[in-house]
Each structure stands twice: as structure tokens, then as C-alpha cells.
């Protein structure tokens, strides 16, 4: 007898977050990813002095509910048969209204105050760029494609 799966859906997406600086956004990310359903969140080189128990943008205390690893190195804890994708303004990143999502993702945001490391890019097997016509903040970037993610695997399930 053959059973079929009763999962609504296949796949999954975690959040990593490339040397982030700054708690507010750290917060956003992660309220980002318990309202998404994201099932992780790499913190690689992040400040010190985020507390991420501690977090004014995020009162319902994501970090209870979504595993948050801190490491040296995101590719360290990132998932197995996952797919790495930079979220990043480059010349050649494939605009986020264009892009099909992996079945199982890895989204990696850069520093507010800078760029992915080359390093990282390097690794990515995709660098998506959100179509705006200035720079965005950390926490609003991650909420946009965790949001675009849902949108279209809510679409190809209906259609």
C-alpha cells in the first residue's frame, strides 16, 4: 500500500544574516522568519553585543520558537542539500519578481553597512537583487523575500 504525504507543502527556507551589526534589524529578521516559517536563523559574525533574547523588534521572542545558531562561518550551519542564495545588489542578480525559489533555501542578506563578503557570493548558486530604486534596510529586505517565497509557493499550490 502506498501512502501519500500529507505535508501542505515540500522544502523549506532558513535566514542567515552576514555580519550583522545592528539588534533592531536582527529583530526584524527574526520576527520576519517566525511569520514566514522560515526554520532557522544563521547569525554568522554577528556584533557581539546583539542579545538576541533581548530584542526590542522582536517582542514575541522569535528565538523560542526558530532556532538561531551564531557562528564564525554561515556555510557551517547551513542545512544540507540546501540551496545558498545572496540576497545582494550585483550586476548580474536575477531580480526577485523574476526569480523561482528553491525547494530548500538558504537566503543570505549582507551587513547593513556594507556588502556580502566575495566569499560568500562565491558559494551562492544565486544572487537576487530586490527592484527598487534605493538601498533598503536589513529587516524590510528579509520581510520582502520571505514574503515573495510565501506568495509564490501559495500561487503554485492554488493554480
Wanted: glycine letters at 6%.
Amino acid at each position: 500500500m502506498q501512502r501519500k504525504s500529507t505535508l501542505t507543502e515540500r522544502g523549506f527556507a532558513c535566514i542567515a544574516l552576514d555580519r550583522p551589526a545592528d539588534g533592531v534589524n536582527v529583530g526584524h529578521a527574526l520576527r520576519a522568519a517566525l511569520g514566514f516559517g522560515a526554520r532557522m536563523v544563521i547569525l554568522g559574525g554577528a556584533d557581539p553585543k546583539i542579545n538576541v533574547r533581548k530584542l526590542s523588534t522582536d517582542p514575541g521572542r522569535a528565538y523560542r520558537h526558530v532556532p538561531v545558531l551564531e557562528v564564525d562561518d554561515i556555510f557551517d550551519a547551513m542545512p544540507n542539500d540546501c540551496t545558498p542564495v545572496a540576497v545582494e545588489i550585483t550586476a548580474d542578480a536575477v531580480d526577485l519578481v523574476n526569480f523561482v525559489h528553491p525547494e530548500r533555501a538558504c537566503y543570505i542578506f549582507g551587513p547593513e553597512n556594507g556588502s556580502i563578503s566575495s566569499e560568500i557570493l562565491e558559494k551562492c548558486q544565486s544572487v537576487v537583487k530586490i527592484p527598487t530604486t534605493m538601498s533598503l534596510n536589513l529587516g524590510m529586505t528579509v520581510n520582502i523575500v520571505m514574503y515573495d517565497r510565501l506568495a509564490k509557493s501559495t500561487r503554485k499550490r492554488n493554480a
